[in-house]
């Protein structure tokens, strides 16, 4: 994963292996349709621990924020399974979901254009050698869940999500231009927390 280059970023909706999406076959799809329990409980089961990360992601590691996410993004998903075609992966289709549902409660809250204005040292040259080495993943996800909401969210969506700008910018109703500046925004910022770190 490539944090602070420039277009390299993680494709999650290309690198979907769908392995709990895949374990949810379409007798289990179609028996959630039908209001099945034991079938939403399976889907339950199958979904809740990556789609309760996706959502700590977008709450920056607030537990109780995250929860209630995972709790309406379940809503939804089983509101709107209907509209599930069946083609790609279900875990993929499930996952888009929980990400809008963070969204409209980021939107809600609307801290995504609080954080526009915030201004940032740009010090920081693409040439310096990265300590990126030298942090582990869990002291990464801290980092990245203490950014600003704005610059948070635009950082998951893009280099964890693999959003387009375009796409970004359509979701959280910002300009092509903000979800750049929130960008990279966010990879100075956390180049600055790993260079003061080591």
């Known amino acids: 994963m ?17 392995k ?18 034991l079938a939403q409980k399976a889907v339950y089961d199958a979904l809740s621990s990556k789609m309760f990360a996706v959502c700590m992601r977008y709450m920056g590691g607030d ?11 379940f809503v939804t998903l089983f509101t709107k399974l209907d509209s599930y075609s069946g083609d790609g992966s279900f ?5 888009k979901i929980f990400v809008n549902t963070a969204l409209m409660s980021l939107r809600k809250k ?19 050698p990265s300590p990126i ?27 964890v999500e693999g959003f387009s700008h375009k796409e970004i910018a ?4 910002i300009s092509e231009t903000t979800s750049r500046s929130q960008l990279q925004r966010a990879r100075t910022l956390l180049q600055n927390k790993i260079k003061d770190r080591f």
């Open 63 to 73: 537990r109780e924020s995250a929860a209630d996410i995972l709790q309406d993004g």
């Open 133 to 159: 080495q030298n942090i582990g993943y869990q002291e990464l996800c801290k980092m990245i869940a203490a950014l600003p909401p704005g610059f948070r969210t635009v950082f998951n969506m893009y280099v």
């Open 91 to 95: 875990e993929g289709w499930a996952r």
């Open 110 to 128: 609307d801290v995504l254009k609080q954080s526009e204005d915030v201004d940032v040292a740009w010090n920081i040259s693409s040439s310096d």
């Open 170 to 173: 359509e979701a959280l109703e």
């Open 2 to 18: 490539q944090l602070f280059g420039g277009k390299a970023h993680l494709k999650s909706r290309e690198r979907e292996s769908g």
């Open 20 to 37: 709990a999406g895949n374990a949810i076959g379409p007798d289990v799809i179609e028996q959630c349709k039908n209001g099945d329990r």
